[in-house]
């Protein structure tokens, strides 16, 4: 009689484990998605869901399809006009696509290997502070890492870290290399 109970107890908390265990990895957190213009953007389904009340028909299919080959690509002009991301990052119901880049597309220190000067380091919070991320992007610096190199002589003519680095906006290029290159 006890073994019947003990094996009944077990088949019921088992049943009970199960499904929350299956729920807990129903849908991946983190969706990575390419992006030519912008870099990868990080999507978080979590954050999302929580404040979706876990309802997905929210979004799939209804503006995204659940399958993410079959949506096509949407620039940030047409999410400013309410496509894609805009239906909802309007600045009304949650903080605007035009607004905030970081939230959604992840920045990080960039380091250049570059022979016989020093490698480049480029602090993407020291430049937000002050500038937005269109004063550089996408005009200037592709968002990834295959960026053409650039001389500095092309960068002292205005090109590159040039447009602002020209002694006027900011330091010029020709100075203070122990600002960039690791010395």
């Known amino acids: 009689m006890h073994l019947r109970i003990f094996l009944v107890s077990l088949l019921a908390t088992a049943l009970l484990f199960i499904p929350a265990s299956f729920a807990a990895r129903w849908v991946a957190d983190m969706a990575y998605l390419p992006s ?18 876990r ?53 990080r220190p960039v380091t250049l290997a570059v022979p016989d000067v020093g490698d480049v380091s480029f602090s993407h919070e020291a430049h937000t502070s002050i500038l937005g991320c269109s004063n550089c992007h996408p005009a200037l610096f592709r968002p990834t890492t295959d960026n053409p190199p650039v001389s500095m002589t092309e960068m002292a003519e205005g090109m590159s870290c040039g447009a602002c680095h020209d002694g006027s906006t900011a330091f010029s290029v020709e100075e203070n290399c122990d600002f960039c290159h690791q010395m």
């Open 36 to 53: 030519d213009a912008t870099g990868v953007v990080e999507f978080s389904h979590y954050s999302h869901l929580e404040v979706l009340g």
């Open 55 to 107: 309802d997905c028909t929210t979004c799939h299919n209804r503006i995204f399809h659940i399958e993410a080959g079959k949506n096509p690509p949407v620039t940030m002009g047409e999410m400013e006009q309410g496509k894609s991301c805009g239906t909802c990052h309007d600045g009304e119901r949650t903080f605007a696509v035009s607004a905030n880049c970081q939230f959604c597309h992840p920045t």
